[in-house]
Nanobody, 124 residues
């Protein structure tokens, strides 16, 4: 069972960049598809990006396409979310999640394993 820990959040000015990391425990991390979600105050949790277990396929929300990239290093049991050209509307708590599947998904309910989240705040 994967246990996930996010890091890399913080305060950044609009136009800046951050790289979030999702570190997982367990030897079988490579079999998991991993997604990033975010939740702003008063809003529902929304899909941001996901990467397949092979790393060969990724999917992004329209709101972050062209600005965010996702990658994984299975030797380090870590998935990264590189966030560039950040906007104030990107402010949220960011969560990583994992599902033991070869396919990626955009629905939070399809991910059984979650981290505790990391705060990202983008000032204008």
């Amino acid at each position: 069972q994967a246990q996930l820990v996010e890091s890399g959040g913080g305060l950044v000015q609009a136009g800046g960049s951050l790289r979030l990391s999702c570190a997982a425990s367990g030897r079988t991390f490579s079999i998991y598809a991993v997604g990033w979600f975010r939740q702003a105050p008063g809003k529902e949790r929304e899909f941001v990006a996901a990467i397949a277990r092979s790393g060969g396929r990724a999917n992004f929300a329209d709101s972050v396409k062209g600005r965010f990239t996702i990658s994984r290093d299975d030797a380090k049991n870590t998935v990264y979310l590189q966030m560039n050209s950040l906007k104030p509307e990107d402010t949220a708590v960011y969560f990583c999640a994992a599902r033991p599947s070869g396919t990626i998904a955009t629905l939070p309910t399809l991910y059984p394993h979650w981290g505790q989240g990391t705060q990202v705040t983008v000032s204008s």
